[in-house]
């Protein structure tokens, strides 16, 4: 799994929108950008994914040479990788970025927010036939 730079994950936190519900967090040594606890945005080695509406999704993939985002055996579903030359191509480029991770933002703030996960149960203590807990 490829790995983001620190150059990297410094361009995708200027990317993300400055929104108080954006939350930037580490993931498998990339970042995701997430709202109401969905991702609406990702960095998968120098590849910012974004997950866009349909109608969204159809113009960006479209108009650019976008490419798929995640492994390449088996990329995320419902993620368009931005175009790999806008990492080359400096801040002009970083401007487009944020447009559409901001209209990533958009879409994903406008879908029903993530329930929080359960807190884990204890396993309970189990008898070993000699009369011993098992632990």
Do not use: C
């Amino acid at each position: 799994m490829p790995k983001a730079t620190q150059e990297e994950k410094e361009r995708f936190r200027r990317v993300v929108p400055d929104h108080p519900d954006a939350v930037v967090k580490p993931m498998f040594g990339n970042l995701g950008a997430f709202v109401n606890g969905n991702m609406f945005a990702g960095l998968f080695g120098s590849t910012i994914g974004v997950k866009l509406s349909p109608e969204d999704r159809e113009l960006l993939e479209s108009s650019e040479r976008t490419v798929p985002f995640g492994p390449a055996d088996r990329p995320m579903g419902g993620y368009t990788g931005l175009p790999d030359v806008w990492n080359e191509e400096g801040d002009g480029d970083d401007a487009r970025a944020r447009a559409w991770a901001g209209k990533a933002l958009d879409y994903v703030g406008s879908l029903p927010g993530k329930a929080p996960k359960a807190p884990r149960a204890a396993k309970p203590a189990t008898r070993r036939a000699d009369g011993g807990s098992g632990r």
